[in-house]
């Protein structure tokens, strides 16, 4: 999204074309906004009614901050202005904040049937992981959202900048430790969980 938002910005001069890109890259980060609903209610709640229900609204919320988006602003791309950018950081926070808290509670019944030996320690740790990483994403997509409030003063203060980098950080660190960890983080893990059952 944002990588087709910068070549907008570069085609601003080409009639209609910079539009177009700036267009495709904000219809991208709204919806990217919104699937970590939809991710959540397919995997912890698939069976749930509300659930879908809640998926799709956050859903067709992102598409229609970004129509607005688009009638109000020509689909300029801006951080801090226009009646649709509070309502697009608002779905994303809480698409993050859901998939954090499924994660955390299954996290918590993966524990118990680990210490009786029926679930595996490594994809146990992985909701705990997934867990951290999603909410120091919905950390950094509040601090974002508070930010965008105050106006682009708030944007550029290090006071946001410095918490939205540290909880990017962990959002990277607890995601690359769940998808791709590294040996010596999964004998760790094995380690405790057998301490667990001793």
């Given at each position: ?5 910068v ?7 080409v ?11 904000a219809?991208l980060?709204?919806l990217a906004g919104?699937?970590p609903?939809?991710f959540t209610?397919h995997?912890f709640?698939?069976?749930?009614r ?6 799709l ?18 689909f300029?791309f801006?951080l801090v ?5 509070v ?12 998939a954090a808290?499924?994660?955390l509670a ?6 118990r049937?680990m210490?009786?030996?029926l ?6 740790n ?8 999603t ?5 950094a997509?509040?601090f974002g959202?508070l930010?965008?409030?105050l106006?682009?003063a708030?944007?550029s203060?290090r ?5 939205v980098?540290?909880?990017g950080?962990?959002?990277?660190g607890?995601?690359?430790?769940a ?9 760790r ?5 057998r301490?667990?059952?001793a």
């Amino acid at each position: 999204g944002y990588a087709l938002i910068v070549a907008g910005v570069s085609l601003a001069a080409v009639p209609g074309q910079g539009v177009i890109a700036m267009g495709a890259g904000a219809l991208l980060l709204n919806l990217a906004g919104a699937l970590p609903a939809v991710f959540t209610q397919h995997v912890f709640r698939p069976l749930s009614r509300l659930a879908l229900l809640l998926s799709l609204g956050l859903l067709m919320g992102a598409g229609f901050c970004w129509l607005g988006n688009g009638a109000t602003m020509g689909f300029r791309f801006d951080l801090v202005e226009g009646t649709f950018v509070v309502p697009a950081g608002l779905i994303r926070v809480v698409a993050l904040v859901w998939a954090a808290l499924e994660s955390l509670a299954y996290w918590h019944r993966m524990r118990r049937r680990m210490r009786i030996g029926l679930a595996d320690p490594v994809v146990t740790n992985r909701f705990a992981l997934w867990a951290a990483g999603t909410g120091a994403g919905a950390l950094a997509a509040t601090f974002g959202l508070l930010a965008t409030s105050l106006g682009p003063a708030a944007i550029s203060s290090r006071w946001v900048q410095l918490p939205v980098s540290l909880a990017g950080l962990v959002a990277a660190g607890a995601f690359v430790l769940a998808f791709l960890p590294p040996g010596w983080y999964r004998r760790r893990v094995e380690t405790r969980a057998r301490a667990l059952l001793a």
